[in-house]
């Protein structure tokens, strides 16, 4: 399971929860503006906006996993099981595999609107990285400073839906997860009165009851819910450290703790690392499971003109600050 988020204070912030059982080894990846992008069949990149994510790096190719540009446009790609339907190759389209989409679409749009038109002639082409790394089902979550949306390829073909609480999870499809809140609009952020009935007394005894109905589990359904309406709800300071403070409370909601997801004998899904990117100032943060330290790669401090990829392995054990 997987969660993403937007958020914005005085910069915007785009991140995730990377929930699975097992780890590539992935990294923080900066991919520079002449880094020659090579696709199997839309036109090859010499140049492009510089990306920084995280990304699995394979024969010298960042195999991005979620990722802001240089303008602030950022990806993240999230386990659609079941649902994602990758197409046969389709003449007069823009044929693009799943693990391209990232880079094709922050290599050259700035915006969220740019992304939508150049959606519109996309065909999410079934083609594997390589024999061993074949394609997995993904839906995304595409975001500017401003809106965000989610893009589905599904039996029906590529489904675009502007994406107003700028969450998503998994499975099942997001018209779902949207219909769904409906159910959840009672829960509130303020103490409950009685409505229940008048003819018996009730009364407010803790704070936080106006939640109560809030789904605590970790499945998909749950997690959106839970993650809009914290995300929603969330106040906190203008600058950068108060920011990404609530943004990682904000994805800590629908972390996962080893052991309450099992997925076979003796695999348990994990929240394997946290991400958040300041959109505007191309700092990518991030915590591990094991390192809740807050670590940041700031792309400005690389060569952006460069055409060679810059890779910093995750910093994975906890930081411990001993105070005597
Ligand atoms: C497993 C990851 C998604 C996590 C998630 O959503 N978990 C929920 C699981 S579930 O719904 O509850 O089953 C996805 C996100 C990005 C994916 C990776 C990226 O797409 C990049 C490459 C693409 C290659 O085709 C396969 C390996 C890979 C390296 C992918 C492996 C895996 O599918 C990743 C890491």
Redesign the pocket.
Known sequence: ??TAITYKTVDSYFGRN???YFS?TETVTITPRNYPFSFQSVKNMESHYAIIGMA?VVYDYP???DATNEKGLSIA???F?DNAEYKDFAEGKDNVA??ELIPWILGQCETVEETKKLLKNVNIWNV??NKK????P?HWLIADKDCSITVECVKEGLKVYDNSVGVLT??PTFDFQMFNLNNYMKVSKKEPTNEFSNKVKLKEYCSGMGGIGLPGDLS?VSRFVKAAFTKLNSISGWSESESISQFFHILGSVAQQRGCVCMQEGKY?ITIYSSCCNMDKGIYYYTTYENSQISAVNMYNEDLESKVLVSYPLIKGQQINKQN
């Open positions: 399971m997987c990377l929930d699975y590539y699995y195999l991005y996993y790609g999230l386990n099981p799943p693990y594997n990285f790394l074949i394609s997995t993904l998994n499975n998909s899904e």
